[in-house]
């Protein structure tokens, strides 16, 4: 079973107010993944990291969400800014390396609602 | 960029019969990984199986896929459904271009099984 923790595992913001999750990784995995699944089941991969740099983001990631990865702190994916589309299941996912032949585990994810 | 295909939104069948979920895939890359997770309501995706050697049976918790680059398929297959594989299916892959090696996921297959 993953050892993924995200919290909280439900938010619930205005729009225009500010909505962050945290993500602590498996113990040892350098690699983190923040994902979004929309109600459609739909996934979007947002960002991630190999310890604490940024590998990849999608630009909807570079406007209006930040994430870091700190040492010896949680992850965090925050929405600066929160828009009803932005209504979804935020999952945070964690990996031992990078490459084919590493699964990613996944956390339960965070849901968020945007009022 | 890649893409995946799942054609069956919703599958519903009686305990005990086989399933097959189709999972046809896109890619430039030659160096991809193939998986299938699963999700129950409410938890966290898992991985199921995962494959990148060409027509090779993968196996696991009585699921086997394999993967055929000649048609860009890795199906999904089940002999004989239990009503605890009701969930959402999700075929992904992973290409090792570029940085990060993040997951491009079909939109799901919903199993549901009836006793």
């Known amino acids: 079973n993953s050892k993924v923790i995200q919290t909280p595992r439900y938010l619930v913001k205005g729009q225009g107010q500010k909505a962050k999750m945290r993500c602590i990784p498996e113990?040892?995995?350098?690699?983190v993944f923040w994902y979004q699944q929309n109600k459609n089941n739909e996934f979007k991969f947002l960002i991630n990291?190999?310890?604490?740099?940024?590998?990849?983001q999608i630009d909807m990631t570079e406007k209006r969400f930040s994430a870091e990865c700190p040492s010896n702190s949680p992850c965090s994916l925050e929405i600066q800014s929160s828009e009803a589309g932005d209504s979804a299941l935020y999952l945070c996912?964690?990996?031992?390396?990078?490459?084919?032949?590493?699964?990613?585990?996944f956390g339960p994810g965070t849901r968020l609602t945007v009022l | 960029g890649d893409s995946v295909t799942q054609t069956e939104g919703l599958v519903t069948l009686t305990e005990g019969l086989p399933v097959k979920l189709n999972c046809t895939y896109q890619?430039?890359?030659?160096?991809?990984?193939f998986f299938w997770y699963v999700q129950h309501l409410n938890e966290a995706p898992k991985l199921l199986l995962r494959?990148?050697?060409?027509?090779k049976r993968t196996e696991h918790q009585g699921f086997h896929a394999t993967l055929h680059k000649s048609s860009s398929s890795f199906h999904l297959q089940k002999s004989s459904v239990q009503l605890s594989d009701s969930a959402l299916y999700f075929c992904?892959?992973?290409?090792?271009?570029?940085?990060?090696?993040?997951?491009?996921f079909g939109i799901g297959t919903r199993v549901l099984v009836r006793p």
């Open positions: 996912a964690s990996s031992p390396g990078l490459g084919g032949s590493y699964e990613q585990y």
């Open positions: 113990k040892g995995h350098p690699v």
């Open positions: 990291f190999q310890n604490q740099e940024v590998l990849q």
């Open positions: 890619t430039a890359y030659s160096d991809v990984a």
């Open positions: 494959s990148s050697t060409d027509n």
């Open positions: 992904a892959l992973s290409d090792h271009m570029g940085a990060g090696n993040k997951l491009t």
